[in-house]
């Protein structure tokens, strides 16, 4: 019994210093990328390489911001939040629909199947109708136009369907036999139930489109209405790269990111593994 016991410390051990070592090692090109940006332009190069500045510069951030940064952190912000929240009333009403009435209408697998297909296709494939259908509903140059094309996303489709199927349908069937209308089920019992669901989609969803290159490199073309990554292409120009400037924009966009995540992390792995329930 000891020896099996010692074994199993041994093991979480080592497992920990495991673990630990793989944080590091994904964690120092952030660390790196953070020293860097405040380091004088001609030290970032410099050999031999060094971890720490030998003096904290902030010209490279007084510049961006100086440059109207903001700007597009403004616009990024207003794609990654008004998108994620027309996303998450999509697939959660659609959701709710493939898992409730599965047995009262036919054939709701069998859509939900056809939905899991259209993951197999590459998005870079759709690139080209995409563009076509944005410029014929005019919203080329528009920022509506990277948003909408995006809103409805199979994986919070699949995440919210896999929830509500883990409920019982009887809490639904006693809303209706007390006179309950279907949007009144949803709202006040089905959707209350779904939170570590919101929040892991709605983390998903932020860092999807606040992410985004193609489609807004595609569609935006008036550099006011630029988001953050596109912004960041900017500063490679005909007469040389700005390392600096890109540092410290780089540093600028994945705040947002640490943030809302440091804060949600803990509904994440409820979130998934509430999606794994089979029905």
């Not at 405040?38 to 490279?60: G, I, N, T």
């Not at 493939?98 to 199947?113: G, M, Q």
């Not at 109708?129 to 199979?154: E, H």
């Not at 966009?253 to 803990?266: E, N, R």
């Amino acid at each position: 019994m000891k020896s099996a016991s010692a074994n199993k410390k041994v093991q979480i051990i080592g497992f920990s210093v495991l673990g630990i070592l793989v944080a590091l090692l994904m964690i120092f090109p952030v660390v790196w990328l953070l020293f860097s940006s405040f380091k004088p332009r001609a030290e970032m190069f410099a050999y031999p390489l060094k971890l720490f500045p030998s003096v904290f510069d902030f010209s490279a951030y007084k510049s961006v911001v100086d440059g109207g940064f903001f700007t597009y952190v403004k616009n990024s912000f207003f794609l990654a939040v008004v998108g994620t929240l027309i996303t998450l009333v999509i697939s959660s009403f659609c959701g709710y629909a493939l898992a409730v009435y599965r047995y009262e209408i036919p054939y709701t697998n069998k859509v939900f199947a056809i939905f899991l297909l259209g993951t197999l296709i590459p998005g870079d494939i759709l690139t080209v109708p995409q563009f076509s259908v944005i410029s014929a509903l005019g919203l080329y140059n528009n920022i509506w136009g990277v948003i909408l094309p995006v809103v409805t996303t199979t994986t919070g489709i699949f995440m919210y369907r896999q929830h509500y199927m883990s409920i019982p349908l009887s809490l639904a069937e006693s809303a209706r036999i007390d006179g309950a209308s279907e949007f009144k089920i949803f709202k006040d019992i089905m959707f209350p139930l779904g939170t570590s669901v919101t929040i892991t989609l709605t983390i998903f969803s932020f860092m999807w489109r606040w992410n985004d290159y193609i489609l807004p490199l595609m569609v935006l073309s008036d550099q006011k209405k630029y988001t953050i990554q596109i912004a960041i292409k900017t500063f490679i120009g005909t007469n040389g790269i700005d390392w600096s400037s890109i540092l410290a924009a780089s540093i600028i966009s994945i705040i947002p990111i640490m943030i809302i995540f440091a804060f949600l992390q803990k509904y994440v792995v409820g979130g998934i593994a509430a999606t794994g329930v089979k029905g």
